[in-house]
């Protein structure tokens, strides 16, 4: 018997095209320890977000909060953070862990 | 019928008609790098540009990997194509030869055959384009220098068509035809223009464009390998007919045939089938015709396509004959048989227990000469007639 | 409560566009290539496509049949391939008259050893595109082997440490002053912890691959391979500055001139003590390192202070 | 078919001398196939180019065998060993030398035709490059093809300066060839 296989591609030859589907990974599935932020240390300087290497700290305006749905939680953005507002707390002490 | 003007006729060498070939075809980038028998290709190209007679991109790329690695990208974002090698070249650009087919970039090059393997032959042989016959490309044979130019425009024609995309790679004897001058007729551009444009009245092909989310060389993951592997196989099995087709459209236009895959000589009422490919069958003719003379009904198939292999012609063409016999100009490591004789022997069920005789001749530089071709039709001849024979000759060792 | 100023870092205002990757992507954590590889089309705008290569970023560059990991155009490329393909889209985008930023993006291995041809024949031809080298001075996609980029002294998975073995015994190619001999268009060592410094000279390379070659090195250290706690990894590269390990500098047509002054550089210990790929270097080992520290350093200065 | 061979060394022309004689054939409605043979190309490594001619399309790829005539650039090269191997009947031999022709240096030769190229070239050209010289000497000694289709193929090759005394020189080689005929 022969199963007739469907097209995943339409053109001749591989190309990815992210219109027609980007891949994504649960990166924050990763994280052994997640960043957990001071406000009242805070002080909205960004570089938190600018050294994030995924890129994930979300702006709330007046502070930085990681996504945690890619936090890979490698702990740079409490290791750089100038005022040492974030702390890296493992992620057992959360129920949602 | 020939609809195209005369061109000028002009006595040039096979390297400047391989020029010539790819200038009538205007290609967008040509990258080149010297290697001996091909440097006058990439030295005419550049002396083109010089003279304003080409406004390509002209890419003096630091060697051949990098010239493969040029067009297949420039092929791949959309531009028409040219580039040229021979021998070493050809092996140092392996991985992106391997690349430009698998990306299915529609690449035309030209190869000016020489030997490769380890012993520094600076001489003729197919063994370069050997090596690479699994790289995905299509592979053709050239006998003279007006092959060589008519080849090079139908190369465009057959790999730019959306039904084929794959790279050609127009395959002529170095030091044999890379430097026979010969009168060739070069046609006028527009013609060649018109010839060929029916290519852009189809649907654009996928390219690779900056600003669109679209990537070229993605893993192809399990399904996604196997199914543009399989794509890939059947394009390559759609070129038989499409040689053909284009042969016949090409030969209709501007007054040439060369039979698309394969060019039979003298086969029709013929016992015993000579086969041969590139210089040696201009050869191979004369000695038909004399061995004619003498009563041996003898007939030449010439191997023009050697990837994909035109099995379906060759079968037709030697159905019922008594013996065949194939020149290589290469070997085939692991096999004793020459590679063009081995992929034949794939055949043996189509075409019955009939005597195949394998012949190794014009390696590094050395003559296919008529004697030589003389000795092999005799020797087919009394195999034809049920004599034993001798399954693999190297004819210059047993001379 | 401390007292916030509410200002927005001016870093943010280099970037002319949004995240271009996927949320969650298949790199280390604590990565700094990740934070290159996301950083430079945010600052190098829509136009720009990658040629990428075999290597840590490449399961990420390139897609996975049909899906891709970002928005960008790419061009998959074997090593050897990566600056002679970037050619090929740069001439033809001129000739067709299409606006590109084509961005060879490779690690150390490709640019320093197998695809090394290539890049010195682009930049001798001065083709108009950016070759954008991360430097984690080693082979850390197939596990830690050493590359011509790796300094010496290391232990890596083909020097390693052992009875008789001290990490490698060679000393690293000085990538930046060879490609500095090419007499690139505009060329830069960079890295992530001077952030600024960084997105300043991505700019200016995209201006000037307009003219001619730009080659940008880019410091980038391995968490795994180097074995760094991937928190620091900011912080090496601030001391790979700070100790004059990896001096930030540019050069446009062959004039270097540092961008980043460090006053009283510090001893490499400190560099090294943030990592276990030099934990077994004893006080020989370490000075041996130290002068070639100095030594690659001093050369720089005498030639910015030639071209000045 | 005419088969003629040219023994020359790298950087005399032979290569270039076989393939302007071909030209010069075309211009007379022949067909011409013409090739050299050398692996590197090395300045003063001997050198032996092919040239065809028929009145039909030539098809043989092969190295010449059985020539109809020799023309040998180099006198130097007179002591090859295998210079006339396989020499038709009743051929031509053309030779490059301040000398007069040895006494038929074969049995095959029917016709011999001897100038001082060199010395031509050198007055003419400047330089000792006797190829357009021999040819001339060649047109004389064959009776194969007219002087005039020579010239007229030069243009093709060469231009300028070099041209002219090119065309001089090829002229002077037509006059000056002193034929014999055994």
New interface residues.
Partial sequence: MVIKHKN??KTQS???????????????S??TSRPVLDK????????CA???????MNDMG?HYEA?L??C?????C???CP?KAIT?VPEGEFTDG | MVSAQKGQVRVITGNATGAYGAMLCRP??I?AYPITPQSEIAEQLAQFKADGVIDS?F?????E???????????????R?FTATSSYGLVFMY??LQ?TSGFRAPVVMVNANRETPGIHAVSSGQQDMISARDAGWVQIITENDQEILDQIIMAYMLAEDNDILLPVMVNYDGFYLSYLAEAVEIYQIEDVDKFLAPLKKQSPRQK??????????????E??YVEARYKHTQAMERVKNKVDEIDKKFGDYFGRYYGGQIEEYRTDDADIIIIASGSATGTARTVIDAKREQGIKVGLIKLRLFRPFPAERLIQALKGKKAIGVIDRSICFGWKYGPICMELKVLTQELGSVPILSYIDGLANLDITIPHIGRVVDEVNEAAKGKPYQDVTWIPMEE | ?????????R??NYFCQD?Q????????????M??IA??TPKVLG????F?GTPGCAA?VL?????????????????M??????????S??????G?????VCFTGDGCATDVGF??L???A??QEKFIYLAYDNEGYMNTGNQRSSATQIGAATTTTPVGKIGKGKSNAQKNMPMIMLMHKPTYMATAT?SH?EDFIKKLQKAKEKSKEGFVYLHLFSPC?VGWRI???????VCREAVRTNYFPLWEAENGKPRITVNVANPKPILEFTKLMRKYSHLKEDGLAELQKQVDERYALLKTLVNAGT | MKEIRIHGRGGQGAVLAARMLASAFVQEGKSVASFPMYGFERRGAPVVAFTRIDDKPIREKTQIYNPDCIIVIDPGLLSLPTLFTGLKPESVFILNSPKKLPEKPNDNLKIGGVVDATGIAVEVIGRDIPNTCLLGAFAAATSWLKLESILKVLPDYLSGDILQRNLKSAERGYKEVEVTKW
């Fill in positions: 995943i591609f591989a190309w990815s095209n992210a219109d027609e589907k980007m891949l994504c990974l649960d990166t924050g990763w994280r009242d240390k805070c002080n909205y300087c960004g570089l600018l050294f994030c290497p995924p890129q994930c007046d996504n749905d890619f890979k939680g490698c702990g740079i409490a290791n750089e005022r890296m | 967008d980038v990258a991109e890419v003096e790329v630091e060697g990997n990098s010239a493969m690695n040029v067009v297949l990208a420039a092929s791949v974002a959309g531009g194509v991985d992106a690349e690779l464009v900056p600003g669109v989310s679209q990537g070229c060389g993605t893993h192809g993951m399904m996604g | 409560m401390v007292e916030t100023t509410k200002k927005r870092n870093v943010f995240e990757f996927a949320g969650g992507v298949a790199w280390c954590a604590g990565c700094p990740e934070l996301r950083l829509k136009n720009m496509i040629v399961p390139h897609g996975q049949n049909i899906g891709a990991w970002h928005r960008m155009a790419y061009l998959a490329s074997v050897t391939g990566v600056p002679s393909k970037a050619t090929g889209l001439r033809y985008y001129n000739r067709i299409q606006d590109a930023t084509v041809q290539p010195s024949g682009a001798e031809r992530v952030l968490p706690d991937s928190s620091k990894v900011i912080e």
